[in-house]
């Protein structure tokens, strides 16, 4: 890191060429999964909403670790924390929404 | 003023050893950034619940061109590489380059949101607009908030690339605007993902 000022800015923290590449034929792969799985016919209905969604998760994952550049170091941790809060916000929010609605939707026989 | 004094000694500091930290002003733009990830968050979530209330209007499955949606989502995920590349040789100080890239990034952003305006032209002309059902107005809020985002990113790229065009380096204080688009543009590509994945595969399903 230290020997060439040239080469420190395009360092882990930033990405490289490789990095970008990996995560973009990952995200390929993932996206090209994510079609097949449905336009295939292959699973049930049911079957295929449990694969779309683990395909998205693993496909976020990637995208904030190779273009985000997320990662777990001490200079991070804050992008990180506050990242985690949101990811929980949201899977509070679209969870209990789903939940609620769900159960309503049952007690007032709406559907 | 604030911005001048967070940055000189960045400057300092990347001069002499490798160790760089991030800008506060990155920072405040990734707490933004939480803060729209929850915005999605609220309208995916009315997007779950009236996804199957149709008032006697078409269902996804006869609404979504999936051929489209492909073309949309392999141009997003293009267009975030190119950001990508563009973010890599401003590192290394290539504004030309920089300025290239980001050139290729926009005109695909462009594309995208010309395919998008695109598909819902020709819903509303067939009489399938926000007002036709409760599905069809949790989708145009859902995907019109996102292609509103791509728009946004889409005018900040074409103001950073107008004021780099000038002689002068790339400067620190211009490096954290492309660091923030950047997190803007891979951010939007994100919230893509769970549009193709939820709205349209699990709406033709």
Known sequence: ?111 | MAHEATMSPLAHADDHHGEHHESPNVFGFWLYLMTDCVLFGSIFAAFAVLRNQYAGGPSGKELFDLTNVGIETAILLFSSITYGFASLNALAKNKKMVLLWLAVTFVLGLSFVGLELNEFSSMIAEGNGPDRSAFLSAFFTLVGTHGLHVTCGLIWMAVLMVQMMGPQDLSERMMNKLACLSLFWHFLDIVWICVFSFVYLAGVM
């Open chain 1, 1 to 111: 890191m230290t020997q060439a000022p040239t080469t420190t800015m395009t360092g882990d923290s930033h990405g490289s060429y490789p990095s970008y590449l990996i995560g973009f034929v990952l995200a390929v792969i993932l996206t090209v999964a994510s079609f097949a799985a449905v336009m295939s016919h292959a699973l049930s209905p049911g079957m295929a909403l449990a694969a779309l969604t683990v395909l998205a998760v693993v496909q976020i994952v990637v995208h904030l670790v190779f273009f985000l550049h997320m990662n777990t170091s001490t200079e991070q941790s804050w992008n990180l924390m506050c990242f985690i809060f949101a990811a929980a916000s949201v899977i509070v929010i679209i969870g209990g929404t789903i939940f609620i609605m769900h159960d309503t939707a049952i007690n007032m026989m709406s559907r």
